[in-house]
Every structure is written in structure tokens, then in C-alpha cells.
């Protein structure tokens, strides 16, 4: 192409970076140019990756990368979902070049992480990936935004201080700082070094994939970025953090006796550790996701327990698990996507998302309210969306393992998500319409077209499973993991059974327009005006009647005891003390008195004597 | 080759040459640190692929060969520290074009060369005694320069450096005194050749003498008062200074006699704690810290512990992580507070953090720059931070010392809050009432020197081969005790029979 004899994975680069920094300089000029500079980088990064060869190496400084099932299927998320979120934004021509700038990074950072195959490389890109997430949240600087990003990058620093010293004493003990030399060297560990670098790993990689108890950061940094980015954050950026889990725990585990280990219900400790954090995870962030008065922070406690059931699918380890789980990643990613762009629609035309202050927007916005339904099917997982097969699998999964009380928990989790995102679509879009909202217009034309380049492979996925089915079954296989090989294009069979997704998709289908039917033939209605209300036989003052504050006051009134299990204090105990000291050091130590800095010189030329006295004489 | 004697000679001329271009025409002092930094930065870089090699050259003086002469030891280690020093005293110097120094100005400006004449000789001597002399210049102006505002806080703050300052180079003097004392030479090489026979007791004392005289130059843990209010009060050209020249110079020192002279790694190792406590004192004093100028003190503090930190871990792969740490740190350090001295030029000189409120939103470009020096030093990629730290940290663990990186993994937290603070503040939508449209002075040259440095930070973050090519031969050269010796004193040695 033009001549130029470039590496395709070079050339990669090139287009991101060239991409970022054009778009950052030509986005002062042209409101919409930026989008649409931002949507040709993508198309063409994506073309690139598509084409690219199986390795590629970096003489100086040395890194390694390369392309396999897993990697793909995670870049074709990124890329895929960015350039539906990238298309959405062009309904948002107010954010500042620097947000594209940022944005391009990121996604870039992101591709090459997933193609990263040493240490260095993937380190890097994280960390690339991180800060510039910092800067999207950080974005235009309102007070709560700086709060939250502060807060965000405090984390991501403390998840990539995990990820570091784990790669170090992975690189020290195998001494190789390629993913393939360190997979080949793990089992020469001592197995004490072993065990805690995958335990670092994973809580490391927890932060971002927002797992219990490093999730703290995701409810504010929801709901303070940029709301279409809200929906690449939640929707794809998690997922690196599910991708780096796959890789500590299975593709350097797998190699590692894990067979040894003490085992409960059939799965290794290990393991059986990480389903009950993903079990609580999902259950407890459901219970969080009911009590939210805010739509952002609703979604994001729903993607914090979502997220819960991917670890919750890896912790089982079996076949179905591992597949359950890397399908409920495709699926949450697509379905989260598409919550949060309605979401940002609603946003955009409404300018709030305080539930309270919403409602009846179905008659003004009757397409959001369609897409949104479809992105509660799936998320609720009921047939002919993608949310079906996925949560199945875990369900069977967890079933055929025997894991009796984690069940509950899952079981109870997806209870609460009928109830939190009935709350969702009750408060937004149904009942009463708020009178400030009495012209408010259907989201513009990149925004609901967005909804229904998702909800393709929403709803294909969700009936012909198999296709995804053939990837995991390619990944397992990679990985030399336990895979799910019995499906066809529309039938998925486990030892617990087998289900065909497209004729339980078409009865589930038929029963709707049955219902649909009924509706339509069978209800007298009569069209009475909003205000039209009257309270015991008394015609009175119109008030609007939409229920949206505490919605489930009384399930929080019995869960309290629940509710008052927060890690937060814990979090903000240590934040306190350390200010404390931070202030002792800075008034005490540092106190600006010369005498005090003498004796400090004093005492320590004693310290000196007394410490060399002992290790040396 | 040319003679790095040069890189001394021709600022101490130009230094003392600075009242007489005064008298010529007022304007032609500024110019003067700019040429001679400007030469000096010429020569390092032509002597730079000496640095890549693992020699040390003697460069004899008065043509008597060391043991008994003067000489330099021009090394990859020594080099790589010049390399640092001339890159920071390029920018500050050009950054001095635009800046109207306090009177009187002809002794700032050559307090302003010899302050970085005294750091490049620290770092190239391959005497103790012009180690010290070399110190006493570096620590003498720098007192000076700290207190040359005439401001009581500058008094105050130069009085408690030169305090601590003075005492510190009389223990270096004691130190060097009990050497010479007993092995009856001053000569580096000669006195690492020869500690071995020394009364191990009376060479004990001296290490403690030296870790306490250059501690109070590298800003080590108790002797490190004086950092916070110098920091504060003494110019911002001179703050650049002292976090990248200074600083450094001390930290080289404290190196050089803890590897090559005493070369016990038991006492080595006792910078890991002392490291440590550095890291931890600077970044916790830093959290709750509403001045700017004081934050970043404290984070040079901060940083300079995680150096200590390296160099404490006795390993060629910590030293390596340890020397690019000290690379960035002079470089991201200067560019942070050459930033900070334009911002508060739109503030009427204030710089707490209320006051640059909403600086971002008003002046994009300049905020960048600072940015990426945040960034920088918080170890993100694609920024030179990110490669030392990233070295640092795998080289602590992989020498064997990771309860060490996992503590100063930890006080990294606390310097991610306050810096992620601190980005939150500058790019607040809030405007803080006191920023004005247009500083009094034009701001064109602080803007292409601090982007110098920011050219530099991203150059290396993106091309590091280079970079870790010098730091390389510099950790290798450190470490290779024998290899320094017989360099210098190799001729000698043979004469002798062989020693």
C-alpha cells in the first residue's frame, strides 16, 4: 500500500497514532470532523487487524507481539463496539478534540495490549490504556469529575502495582519476560511465588474488570465520564480486565498442577475461591444496583455484578463454565453498550438522569424505549438475545458442578436485575411524563442507529449461538482447556441437556406477539389526558403520580442489615489514617525549625553507628 | 577525543567573565550561562560514545598521572550524570533569557554557571578532595542562590541549607581526612585499590561521614529539612536547579564512595531503608500539601528515595533502573518547575493550588507540558517515567529485594492521588479569580525551553534504546569496581609490579 514496505503491525500503530494526533489538531477546525476522522482511523485500524500476520517483533526495546482466537475475539469487541460508540458520537460534537485525542490512545492501547505477547509490552499498553481513561473521565474538569478521576487513577495505580510485581517475579523466576517462556517456565516455580503472583495478577486485573472488592472507583467513574463513553468503559475496557484474568488464570495456570490443589464441589481451590468473590459480587452489586436514584450509577453497579457472573463462569473452570463466561463477556459487552448509549440518549435530551426527575418518555422517544427493552432482555437473559445463551451456560454450569450455595446467590442476582431494570425502564420510559419534558424530541439520527447496529448481533448471537460457540471452542482449544464441542449452529449440548436457542428464541417470540395480540384485540382503552387524575372520587389539583423515588424502599427497608456491609469504610478508614500521618510528616517531621533538622542530623549519625555496629562488627 | 577539562574550564572563565559583559552592555550577562551550557552540552554529546563503552578515561591534569596528580575520571556513570546535569542547565539557562534575575544580577548569573560548574565536577573528579572542593562550590552558590531574592524566607530558607549544608561537607571533610589519614592518598581509584587494607573500624566511620555529608545533597530521609523552604523560596530557575543538578550531583557522590570506595555492600544495603524512609516521608508530606512549589519538593524528595531505594539494592539490574530514574527525574523535575514558575506568572506569583484553579482551560498548551510531567513522573507510558520506573521496580525485585518494590509500590499510591489531584485541579472547569489573561512578561522562551524537556521526556519514552544503552554502561560501570580502578591506576599498578 503507497509503496511504503511497513510491518502490518507497524502500520497499525501508525494509523492510531497518526489518527489521534490529526484528529487532535484538524478537531479545532470542524465540529464533526473530528468524528468522522475519528470513525476512518477505526475503520482502517480495523481493516489492518483483520489482515494481520501471526507475529511481529520490536529489536529495541525489545517487545513481542502477535495475534490468536483470543486476542481476536477481544479486538473485534474493541473495535467493533468503538466504532458504533465513535458513530454515536457524532451526535456529540460539544466534546473537545482532546477527548478524541484520548479516546483514539486508548482504543489503540487497548489493540495492542490484546496483541501483546511479553511483559513489557503488555505493561506498557496498560498503563497507556489506564491514564488515558483518566483523562476521558477528567474530561471538561467539573468538581465531581476531578473527585471521580482522582479516584480512578488511584486505583488503576494500585491494580497495575499488583499486575508489576507480579510480571517481575513471573520474569525473575522463569527468567523470560515473554508470555510463551514464562507459560513453559511456571511449573519450575516454587509454588508459593506461584500462587501469589496469580493471586496478584488477578487482583490486579480485578480493579479494571471492576470485581468485589476493587470496584469501588466504578460507580463514580460511570457516572462522571462522558456518557458515550460510559458505554466503551463499561462495555469493552472491562473486558481487558476479564481478558487479563483469562490470562493469569488459565494460560498460566492451566500449566501449573492446579489438579493438585485441594478440591470442593469437583473445582480447585483456586478456583472455588474466585467463584464465590464473582457469586458475591454479582449478588451484592445487584442489591447495590436497586437502591440507585441515579440511571448511570444503576448501570454501573448492574456492570459491576455482571462482571461477577464472568468471573463467577471462570472460577467453575469446566467446560461449560469457561464458555458460559467468555460468552456472557461478548454478550455484556454488547448489551452493556447499548444500555449505555440509550442512556447517554436519554441524557442528551433530558440533560438529567436522575430517575425521579424522568418518566412517560416512551411517547416522545418510542425507538429508545424499544432498544432498551431489547437491552434488558438480554441483560435479564431471556430468549432470542445474546444475554440467553450466555447466562444459561453459567446457570448449567454452576448446576452441574454442584455448587449449591453460590447458586443461590447467582439465582438471587438475576432477580434483582428483573427488578432494577424494570425500575430502569418503569422510570425513564413508562408512566407519567414529566412536564419539562413535554417537547423533547427522539434521540438524532447517529445515536438510534448505533442502537440497532448492536442489537444484531444482539439478537443474532442470541439465536444462532453457535458461531460464537466455534470461537471458544478455538480459544479452548489454544489453551489446552476443557471445551464445550457439542453444538451445532443453533443447539448448544451440555451433560445437563441441550437447548436450541432459536426454536426456544421463536416460542419465547411467539408468546410475545400472542400477548402483543391480545393487547391490541382484546383491551377496551380509553385515552384520558395525563392530569386527568382524580383521588377518592374527588377531582383535585393535577399532580403528577410517577413513582420513581425509592422505588424499593420497602426491599431496603428488609435487606438494611445487607446494606450496612460496606467495604468502602474500610477503604476510607485507611484514607483517613493515612492523611493523619500524612499530615504528622508534613507539620512534625518537616516542621521548619533548623535546630530540630540538627538533631534530626545528630540522631541519625547515631542511628548510623548503632545499625553498622550490628551488621557489620 | 576532546578534553572534558573543557566542561569545567570554559564555565569557571565565562563565570568570571560575567560583570565584564555587563560593563559592555547590561543585556550581554543573560547570555553567558546560555554559552556556556550551551558548549558544554556540545561536548557531552561528543562525548557521549565513551559513555556507551564501559571505560572509564583518566584525563591527567598538570600532566602528573594519577595516583599523585589531579585527575578526572571520565566515566560512563559520571558521564551519563553530566549528561543530566548539562540538559537541565541548558533549558534553565535559555529559560534565564526571559527572566529577570534579582539583583545583583551580574553575581546570579555566575553564581547560576558555578552552582552547575560544581555538579559537572563533582561528577567527573576522580579525586576525593575535588570531590569535596567541587561539593563546597555546588553547596556555597547554591546557599547563595537560594537566599538571593533577600526576602525573609529566602533568608530563612538559605540559612537552614547552609546549615545543614555546611555540617554535612565538614563530615565529608572529616570522612576524607580519616582516608587520607591512614592510606596517605587522595586519589579515588588509588583509595579503592587500597581500602581493603585499611582498619575496617576507621573506614565504617568514614562511610557514616559520607552518607551523612552527601545524604544532606541527595535529600536523604532526617537531613533533608532544609528541601520544602529552599524549594520554595529560592528562584524558580534555581529550583530547577537543585532538583536536577544538585540533588543529582549529591546522589552521584554518594554512589561513587559507597560503590567504588568503600564497596561493602552490608553498608550499600542500608540505602534501601534509608531509601524507603525517604520515599515515604517525601510523598506523605506532599499528600496534603496546598502549595505547588512545596508538593513538588516533596515529591523530589520522594523520588529521590526510590533512587536511594535502587541504589541500595546493590544489583546491576536496580542500578540500571536506579540511574534512568535519575534521569528522568532531573529532566521532569526541571520541566515541572520551569512550568510552574510561567503559571504563576499569570497568578501575581501565587502558587498554591486555589490560585492555578482552572489554569488548563485558559492556557491548553502549557498545561500539556505540565501534564506530561505529571505523567511523566508518575511512571505512564508513553513518557521516559515510564521506562525507569518500570526498571526500577523489576530491578529491585529481580535482585532480590521485593518487599522493598512492593513498599515503594505502595508510597506510589499516595503520589498517584496527589498528582491525579493536582491534574483534577489544573484542568478544573472552575476558574480561579486570580489567573489573568496575559502574564506581565512575554512567555515565547520559557515555552520553547520547557518544551525542550518535554521533547526530550517524549523522545525517550518513545525511542528509549538509546537511553537504556547509556544507563546500561552506566549501572555496568558503577558496579565494576576493578574495572575503575585499573582504568585510572593501571599503568601505576603494573609499575609496581602488579599489585
New interface residues.
Partial sequence: MFGINMNPYELLAAVFGLGAILTYLLGHFDRHLKTWLTLITLALATYIFLHLPNEYSLE??SLLFGIDKLSWLFGILTLGLGTIVAFALLAYPELSPNFYFMFILNIGASIFLLLSRDL?AF???W??M??TI?AMI?G????E???A??KY??WS??GA?FI??A???L??STNSFEWSGIVAGISQMPSGWRVAAIALLIAGFAVKAAIMPMHTWVPDAYAESPHPFTAFLSGVLSKLGIYGIFLAFFVLSARFELVNMPKIFGTHIFGYILAWIGALTAFGASLIAIKQEHAKRLLAWSSISQLGYILFGFGIGSAIGIAGALFHAVSHALFKTLLFLILAGVIKRTGTDRMAELGGLIKKMPLSFIFAVVGGLALAGIPMTIGFPSKWLIYEAAIHQGFIFTTVLIFAASTAVFLYYYRFVFSIFLGELHANHQDVKEVPFPIWFSYILISIPIFWLGLFPGKAMQIFAEIAEQFDLPAVTNFTATTITTPLGSFNALIVGLVFFASFAFGLLLYFIGGRTRKVHQYDTFLAGEADEPVKLHYGQRFFYFLERELKPLYRISVEKIYQFVAEF??F???Q??KG????N?Q???Y??T???VI??F??WR??? | MVSPILLIAVPLILAFSVPLWGLIHKKLEKFVPLIAFGFNTYLIFRLLPFALTERTISVVIANIKPPFGINLAVGPFGLFFALIIQLVALATAFYLLSYDPPEPSDKFYMLFILLVLGSTGMVLTGDIFNLFVFLEITSISAYALTAITKTGPAAEAG??YL??GS??STLVLLGIALIYGSLGTLNMAHIAHRISGMD??LV?AA??LF??GF?VEAEM???N??V??AYQAAPIPVVALLSGAVAKAGLYALARVLYTLIG?P??IM?LLTFGILTMF?GE??A???NDIRRLLA?SSIGQMGMIMLAFGAFGVNSVFGGVLQAFTHGITKALLFLVLGVMALHTGGATDMESLR?F??KFPYWSMLFAVGV?ST?????FAG??SK?AL??GV??DGH?TY??LA??A???E??YF??L???I????LSPKLVERSIRNTTIPLLSATFLAAIIIAVGLY??VF?DLGDSASRALLNRAHYIFSIIGHYLQSMGGV
Fill in positions: 529495541s526495546p513489557v505493561f506498557l499498553m498503563e497507556l489506564s491514564w483518566f477528567l471538561d474538569g467539573g468538581a469529575r476531578g473527585r478521576a482522582t487513577l488511584v495505580a494500585i502495582a508489576l510485581f510480571f517481575a517475579i520474569a525473575k493515612t492523611r500521618v500524612a499530615d510528616v508534613r517531621f518537616f516542621c521548619g533548623a530540630a533538622y540538627l534530626y542530623m540522631i541519625f549519625i548510623l553507628v545499625a553498622i551488621i557489620k562488627l | 540559612f537552614k546549615l545543614l555540617l554535612g575496617s573500624r565504617v562511610a557514616i552518607i551523612v545524604g530521609l532526617p537531613l529539612g532544609w520544602p523552604d561493602m552490608n553498608i542500608l516521608a506523605l508530606a499528600l496534603r500539601q516533596y482552572g488548563g482551560r505523567l508518575l511512571g505512564l507510558p508513553p515510564f521506562w518500570l521496580i523489576i525485585i529481580i521485593p518494590a512492593a509500590l505502595i506510589t499510591f499516595i498517584v492521588f491525579a489531584r491534574l483534577s485541579v484542568y478544573s472547569s472552575k528509549p534504546n537504556f
